[in-house]
């Protein structure tokens, strides 16, 4: 690989994915491996882009470059159900190869970046994701390393990033509000649960409306589980309205650790185990927050067969705003 000037390099081969920056973000302006021609040296100069890395094919035994670099890392450091894909300038891209919970060693990947050579950049600890969804990064910061310097970089390497695949996947659903139960208005839940069921390969196996009855919503819980529900979430009726009743039909067949999660939206939810069944009762933000929500941040910890405590749940008012919450305008 050699250093030269762009007026230099006419009939050249490119040695990297150049990059263009524009409000717009960042894209490759000439790809790896492209024969620099004149109508490319001033798209070159008007980029900022003066000089160049040239490949001359030469076989550089103890170097190995970004577009080598992240990759290898990669494959030290994902579990099987991650994916990787080789992006362009350089960086790796990582993708769920199924629907479930992101599981990081917090510490391990903390320990890794202090190389400040090699980068992993991913999404939250405990985050969903959907099938093929992108979790995260390996970017490397140098154009090239030694290879010696690598190896011993991902030597000790250990399974610092893996998607935890869900461990139940039937979901039975109640939908209370007797204003619906009478027809006087729509339902409107019931399109975002199957979205969500849809994004995560969750299937309902029942739907249940019911009037704001405890006794009636106890029966559909029970008709629900009855039915081959392994989690049911019930809709409406969590606040202080009078006529909400869905918290005192949960108390009747389950037991609740919280209500009330802290987070926005859907602050107004429940959160309750029947035996091992988890019975999740969603408050009405849902509907208009549908792209995340407590179903996204909650319940999909709950169909991975995690045990919340009321602790876990406490801890969830940290990063408790989500980013679908932030446009919301006082008043």
Known sequence: MKYISVKDALGKKLGYDTTLVTPQGASVLLPKGHIIKEEDVSKLMDSGVYYIWIDEGEEEKDVVYEWDITPYVASKIVGENVKIVQGKQGATLLYSKLPGILKLDV???VNFNLNQKVLIITGSENEAFGKE????FVEAIPFSMKKSELESLASSSKTLIDIIPFKYKKIGLVITGTEIYEGRK???YYPVIKAKCDKYGWEIVSK?????????????????KDSGAEAIIITGGTSVDPTDRTVYAIQKVAKIVSHGIPMKPTTMSIIAYWDSTPIFGISAGGIYHREYNSIDKVFTLLMAGIKLTQKDIAKMGIEGLSWSF???KSG
């Open 326 to 328: 932030r446009s919301v």
């Open 208 to 224: 249940e409306i019911v009037p704001d009855d405890e006794d009636k919503i106890e029966k559909a819980i029970r008709n629900a």
């Open 186 to 188: 729509q339902d409107q």
């Open 133 to 136: 969804e992108l979790i995260g």
């Open 107 to 109: 510490d391990g990947i």
